[in-house]
């Protein structure tokens, strides 16, 4: 792995004020300034941690931004086809049902070409949870246009906007999974501020410990920005996702099990 | 412990087979003619005795990353479909082979291209041998030529992809899916207990974490791989070719077929020997690797070579690079679903060789 000169010269113990997971590994990680991936790998780092899961976690990673998850977070993980995740992580859960099992994936590989495998993995309330970046955006790729991408925002595949009537309207995964019965618990999140941080893994605590009860599909949804992809600073990024993208993907519970 | 003696369908020997072998999960879709597969292990029910998972998926594409998940986590774990189903899965063998899986594939093949037929045929032998998905990759094949064989090659297979680290695919068909023999069933194995050191069964505080991937961003690093699947491949190559001979001693002309027409043309040696011709078959058990060398060894004593095949001519080319223009080589198949009958292989191979 790459490393950034000088790095360790800043990181000296008494410099921090703050100590990461010793979940997460050393590894540089590849994301751009500013990306909520970084944030969402720290908290999930730290509830496999705290709940002392490590030697109990199997993860799955996507095709995209993510797919070198298996570099930052020190559990065991495999690395799924373009979609696929729902279905490896399906018979991960099923073959070691006492494990604790986690897919990770980002809005490409979750709402479009996975569209079928996360609909029937929360169809059979298959035990595991899965976690949902929604940039509206295809990252990895340069920044084409997503199936989350809202109506007028611009990718280099929508230059000119995303229209609705020749492109479809944005999809929302999150409020279709939680109309299904399979799924347990079901809420949107955000990690853009140190509020929805801690609310994001009070969410992601629970939905570890829920799996414990076998009761079905956690799905987290968490929307999050591309500063590079959305050709904006990480400020102007998180300005632009609670104008714009918050109306259209509400922060919130859809659904919580009755308790 | 004795062997169970049943008659069953080619498909349920494979559903038995895999219980018996201990195999710790089963994704299938249905698709004709292999749904007895799917059907007959959700009647076994093995959770309840085994402890075999057995699950119908959403999709053929979902089926092979359910086996791929499975298999990461170091489990016997198998599929099995029909040609167009298992176009589907070519991605997923693709993945399974990059990221070294053990698993087992079965393609109860059907004709095609497109939907086809739903009759048997021996057309997908180039996607089986050749490749199918993307990238530098072989899986070992396994032709089943009877209902034993099909039960058989399960613990063959699941034996040779722990073995090697690669998904290996019995490519039967469905005229032997189908159909109805006496098979004898090995006893009940015992699931396993231990799992490789690779697989995915949550991080020990006394080993690194198991990664299960195919991607390597590095050009060098994907090289070196790359090169290290086809040492794999040369290793199999040299140690896991099988096939058997039929009258090949004192052969002047040799048919070469697998599976369904390989019983055709056993049939087609006793006619034409009755006829005073010296006609022998060799029979491919394992497609890749190919049985080459030895059909260039038998090359040096032939007149000619026939390669019959339920194809348009797949086979033939490889029969055409064993043996290397010694012999001239030639195709002769039916198609569609049409299963060639012994007396048409023996007046053609009669046309292409004796009377030409």
Redesign the interface.
Known sequence: MFEIAGIREIVKPENLAYRKSDLLTENVMSYCPGCGHGTVHRILAEVIDELGL?????G?SPVGCS??M?NYI????????HG?AP??????K???PE?FVFTYQGDGDLAAIGT??TI?ACNRGENILMLFINNGIYGMTGGQMAPTTLVGMKSSTSPAGRIAKTMGSPLKMTDIVATLPGTYYVTRQSVHTPANVRKTKKAIRKAVQYQKLDRGTCFIEIVSNCPSGWKMTPVQSNKWMEETMFPVYPLGDLKTPEE | MEKELRLMKGNEAVAEAAIRAGADGYFGYPITPQSEILEYLMEANPEETTGMIVLQAESEVAAINMVYGGAGCGKKVLTSSSSPGISLKQEGISYIAGAELPCLIVNVVRGGPGLGTIQPAQSDYFQSVKGGGHGDYKMIVLAPASVQEMADFVDLGFELAFKYRTPVMMLSDGAIGQMMEKVYLSPQKKRMTTFPDWATTGKKATRPRNIITSLDLESNGQEIFIQKLQDKYNLIKEQEVRYQEFQTEDAEYLLVAYGTSARVCQKSVQIARAQGLRVGLLRPITLFPFPSKRINELADHLKGILSVEMSAGQMVEDVLLSVNGKVPVRHYGRNGGIITTPEEVVENLKSIFIEA
């Open positions: 490590q030697s109990d976690t199997i799955v797919v070198l298996y020190d559990v065991d993980i495999q690395q799924a086809a696929r279905a490896v992580a399906t018979a991960i099923r073959l070691l494990k079928a495998e029937h």
